[in-house]
């Protein structure tokens, strides 16, 4: 079973005006991801060349997905793990599973060299990358700046913080560690290294 396959089962697509036939969808991702592993550029994979690759007819790609773009970022999304559950249990305990999760995709993107050379190419397409960050990166910011905030009514984070600086301060050494060295370590206790790290100076006083 390929990756797309094994994947897009966690994560939810867009509701459309009609059922959607999940091995078709299948088929199309996964004609996506083979042409990306045989090395064709983003640039050069059209709809046409898709629906060949897929066994299906423009049309069927069409209903589905608008466009190009919409399409690759549901490509990408199958190409990664889901997102996680949180256990609710502690802002630390939800910390503590976003970062692993970011740290499994830095260990997917440093094995895939298909999905390292699309993030690179996706980054020179406004328009694919933009979709990318609206769908992919901003929710998964907005859940981590409400685990904080929870934290913070629950009294586990100084209510003088700035949410959006404390995010990064957070995520900021898995992302240089998964993505800017990819020589360097990600050792299993990663996560709690870090949430640990910084919520040692980030606690509220108490008398």
Excluded: C
Aim: hydrophobic share 40%; net charge neutral.
């Amino acid at each position: 079973m390929s990756l797309a396959t094994q994947s897009r089962a966690g994560h939810e697509g867009p509701v459309r005006g009609r059922p959607r036939s999940e091995a078709v969808e299948r088929s199309i991702i996964e004609g996506v991801m083979k042409l990306l592993e045989d090395g064709v550029p983003l640039g050069e994979l059209s709809i046409e060349r898709i629906a060949r690759t897929a066994g299906v007819g423009k049309a069927t790609i069409y209903r589905r997905w608008s466009g190009k773009e919409e399409l690759f970022v549901d490509v990408l999304r199958a190409a990664e793990p889901p997102d996680p559950e949180l256990p609710g249990t502690s802002m630390r305990d939800d910390l503590v599973v976003l970062l692993k999760s970011l740290r499994q995709r830095g260990l997917i993107n440093r094995s895939s060299a298909m999905l390292h050379n699309v993030y690179a190419q996706m980054k020179s397409s406004p328009r694919l990358w933009n979709a990318y960050h609206t769908t992919v990166i901003a929710p998964r910011r907005r859940l981590g700046h409400d685990v904080l905030r929870r934290g913070q009514r629950n009294g586990e984070l100084r209510e003088d913080v700035d949410i959006d600086l404390v995010s990064d301060l957070f995520v900021g050494p898995m992302l240089v560690r998964a993505l800017m060295r990819p020589e360097g370590d990600l050792p299993e206790d990663l996560a709690e290294r870090i949430v640990d790290t910084v919520l040692e100076g980030l606690r509220p006083d108490h008398p």
